[in-house]
Structures are given as C-alpha cells and as structure tokens.
C-alpha cells in the first residue's frame, strides 16, 4: 500500500530562479508523482517586478494565487487581474503572459514531471 508524502512548511522557502527567463521568475517542484505515465508535480511559481514572462504550456496546470498579484493574460486576449484566492486552469497548448506591479506567488499542480517546466 503506498504511503503518503509530507513536505512542511513550503511557503516562505526560497525558490531557485528560472534561468531561462528575462523576468524575475522563481520556481521549485516540492512534490512529485511516481507515476511515468501520468505524472503529477506540485510546487510554488514566484514571479518579482520587472519584465513580464510568457510561458506556452505543454502540459496541463491548475496554478492557485496564494499571495501578491498578477496580471494573467492569454494568447486570445483574456486578461484578469489575479489576487490572493484566485484560481486558475491552463490547458496544454495556451501561452499565458504573467506580470505583476510588486510580486505574486502561485501554488501549481501540473501534468508533468519533475523539472519539466
């Protein structure tokens, strides 16, 4: 019977940047699925002020706003202005352009593996 995984106390750690990107982007997976053919990953997304960051998804991801802001929008134009509370569904194949005034930090599940982002 498999046992379930535990990781304390994500929020507040600090994020490794994501370095192929120009904005002030922050990520870490903090819990992954053993299943290879459905992968699961979950993790904390932290993006500062400064130069916006597009992302066109190859997977699946439900992103949760858990603190700050964001301004999300998508490749056919929907813009919200996204706070703490705001959830948010991003099917594989959309570009989403994320920006803030100050920071936002997203909780994610994704459809993917770890460090496949």
Known sequence: MPAMHHKGKILGRELPRME???ANAFLDDFVVSEDSDK???AGLF?????ESM????????????VDGEFRISDDTGQTVEATQGDLFYFPAGSTITFSTP???LGYFVGQRGEGEA
């Open 20 to 22: 192929e990107f120009e």
């Open 54 to 65: 597009t992302y066109t998804y190859t997977y699946h991801e439900i992103k949760l706003i």
């Open 102 to 104: 100050e920071f936002g």
């Open 39 to 41: 992968p699961i990953t």
């Open 46 to 50: 932290r993006l500062e002020a400064g």
